[in-house]
């Protein structure tokens, strides 16, 4: 079984930068030969992929409305996925999961991913 914990979130204004973590335990297989992501939902709207990534590579993706602004990143010593994100706006504003899929192919789509977090919640406030 999987553990995934999120850490990081908060409230900020408009412009600020907030760094997501989660952590990952329970693992029979490491972190680095799977695919993390980051999802966000906002009250009365669907689940939406933010970023994943492949950790065992350096294989990346990203919704359109974070390009530029969010990254994401891993550290499999640690086993920890990161979500910086920076230049903030009200509308990134929903309650972020971790999500792992035990494969080296990353997809947005919330259904492909078999392990979740409780979630974090990110306020962005003008």
């Known amino acids: 079984q999987v553990q995934l914990v999120e850490s990081g979130g908060g409230s900020v204004q408009v412009g600020g930068s907030l760094r997501l973590s989660c952590a990952a335990s329970?693992?029979?297989?490491?972190?680095?030969?799977?695919?993390m992501g980051w999802f966000r939902q906002a009250p009365g709207k669907e689940r939406e992929g933010v970023a994943a990534i492949y950790t065992g590579g350096r294989n990346t993706y990203y919704a359109d409305s974070v390009k530029g602004r969010f990254t994401i990143s891993h550290d499999n010593a640690k086993h920890t996925v990161y979500l910086q994100m920076n230049t903030l706006k009200p509308e990134d504003t929903a309650m972020y999961y971790c999500?792992?899929?035990?494969?080296?192919?990353?997809?947005?789509?919330?259904?492909?991913?078999?392990?979740w977090g409780q979630g974090t919640q990110v306020t962005v406030s003008s």
């Open positions: 329970g693992y029979t297989v490491t972190v680095s030969s799977n695919c």
């Open positions: 999500a792992a899929r035990m494969s080296r192919i990353c997809t947005p789509d919330a259904v492909a991913y078999t392990y």
